[in-house]
């Protein structure tokens, strides 16, 4: 089954405009979240995570933000930028197995000019 | 500093072959995992090797095996190939294991079983 969902296969952006990623999850023993942007015929980038006992956490242009009791969490880019376009994928690891990262399918985002 | 880095980058196999794939993490960095990732399964954790101990394995079966050198590296084989196996491997790295460490991965090797 599959633990971690990206509902959204694909999501386009104009420059300058903000691009909301979206994860669900279903495993409540998930603790820790991460993203990562993939490029093509490159492994996956880090970009944030945000472990469960928060609801926020920023870095420069990018916020991941967890909503426990709708086991949602999403990743807003602002402002997105052409270099920004790759797909993103949402993880999640559990206590105690906090190396064995659960993924989701990964959407793709393209920033338009 | 260097990143993680994976030996084939491509690789053609035939049916019921074995392959052996590498992964050197970064430097200072104990924690190698692996995972698959194909088209229709996204990306899948295969194992963990930490202090040359496997610490945690994902639902793959017994064809798929791993180790780790004392130095960090890691290898992984896959015995009897099947056309299934066809996929990019991916190796990651961390500082640490057992705790939410980022993982860094590298590269991949694309592998093609024909």
């Known amino acids: 089954d599959q633990q971690v969902k990206q509902n959204s296969p694909s999501l386009s952006v104009q420059e300058g405009r903000i691009s909301i990623l979206n994860c669900d999850y279903t495993?409540?023993?998930?603790?820790?979240f991460l993203w990562y942007k993939k490029y093509p015929a490159e492994g996956p980038t880090f970009l944030i995570s945000i472990s469960s006992i928060k609801d926020k956490n920023e870095d420069g242009r990018f916020t991941v933000f967890l909503n426990k009791s709708a086991k949602h969490l999403s990743l807003h880019i602002v402002p997105s930028q052409p270099g920004d376009s790759a797909v993103y994928f949402c993880?999640?690891?559990?206590?105690?197995?906090?190396?064995?990262?659960?993924f989701g399918t990964g959407t793709r985002l393209q920033v338009t000019l | 500093k260097a990143g993680v880095t994976q030996t084939p980058r491509y690789l053609i196999k035939t049916r019921g072959q074995q392959v052996t794939l590498s992964c050197s993490p970064i430097?200072?960095?104990?924690?190698v995992s692996w995972y698959q990732q194909t088209p229709g399964q996204g990306l899948q954790f295969l194992f963990e090797?930490?202090?040359?101990?496997?610490?945690n394995k994902g639902n793959f079966p017994g064809r798929f095996s791993g180790r780790q050198f004392s130095n960090s590296r890691s290898e992984m084989n896959v015995s009897t190939l099947e056309l299934g196996d066809s996929a990019l491997y991916l190796c990651a790295s961390s500082l640490f294991a057992g705790s939410s460490y980022e993982q860094y991965f590298g590269p991949g090797t694309r592998l093609t079983v024909t």
């Open positions: 430097s200072g960095h104990r924690s």
């Open positions: 090797y930490f202090s040359e101990t496997q610490r």
């Open positions: 495993n409540s023993m998930f603790d820790y």
């Open positions: 993880a999640a690891s559990g206590a105690g197995t906090a190396s064995k990262l659960t």
